[in-house]
């Protein structure tokens, strides 16, 4: 069982640049989510998805986009990269109930660590 | 908008000292709490959780943490640490409502452990 993976693992992007994160999770979990982690900040929310086709934003969703066209999948696109962006990037997942009926767990991936020059 | 206040960025113990990191939220209406872990290295795990019922919940590795309504905070405590407990910890607010449910996390509190 994967769980959460996140690709690539590592990413050094120039000013202006473009690239996507790929999220995937085999715990068939509604909920997914994409956070920033910056020294003395935590995890800042980017965006968000309920369920397959939807979307909404975070705390922090400027320069950002996101797609959730398979319930699987949760990409997170950076249409022109900003040194602002350096950071690791961190996808959860979790279901929209646990097995206790309240809000479930979320499982993180491993993390992103995007540099740009 | 909700927000997580921890207020200790960074705490330095002694092995077998107590330890007790404070987390206060803003929003007023049911929320779900959270403390999780994260490693050196590693990704965030989950320590423990509070729903509803008993205000004082146990965790893993002997933490544990009490939800004061009254003063909006889920501190975790911890009687006695060990050098293994050198992590950073965050603490996380779930706004319960029946649309959109965003999962807020504090800023960390960095836990050193001396030996």
């Known amino acids: 069982n994967a769980g959460v993976t996140q690709t690539p693992k590592f990413r050094v992007l120039k000013t202006g640049q473009s690239m996507t994160l790929l999220c995937a999770q085999d715990?068939?979990?509604?909920?997914m989510y994409w956070y920033r982690q910056d020294p003395g900040m935590g995890l800042r929310l980017i965006h968000y998805s309920v369920g397959e086709g939807t979307t909404a934003k975070g705390e922090v969703p400027d320069g950002y986009n996101v797609s959730r066209l398979k319930k699987q999948n949760f990409l997170l696109g950076l249409e022109s990269a900003a040194p602002s962006q350096t950071s690791v990037y961190f996808c959860?997942?979790?279901?929209?109930?646990?097995?206790?009926?309240?809000?479930?767990?979320?499982?993180f991936g491993e993390g992103s660590r995007l540099t740009v020059l | 908008a909700q927000s997580v206040s921890q207020h200790n960025h960074h705490v330095i113990l002694s092995e077998a000292a107590s330890l007790e990191l404070g987390c206060n939220y803003s929003y007023g209406g049911t929320v779900n709490l959270f403390w999780y872990v994260q490693y050196p290295g590693q990704h965030l795990q989950l320590l423990l959780k509070?729903?509803?019922?008993?205000?004082l919940v146990k965790g893993i590795k002997g933490f544990e943490a009490e939800f004061i309504k009254s003063k909006f905070s889920f501190n975790l405590r911890k009687p006695s640490v060990q050098w293994s407990d050198t992590a950073e910890y965050f603490c996380?607010?779930?706004?319960?409502?029946?649309?959109?449910?965003?999962?807020?996390f504090g800023s960390g509190t960095r836990l050193s452990i001396r030996p």
């Open positions: 509070y729903f509803s019922g008993d205000p």
């Open positions: 715990m068939n979990h509604e909920y």
């Open positions: 959860a997942s979790r279901t929209r109930k646990g097995r206790d009926g309240n809000t479930g767990e979320l499982f």
């Open positions: 996380a607010v779930n706004v319960f409502r029946s649309s959109a449910s965003k999962i807020i």
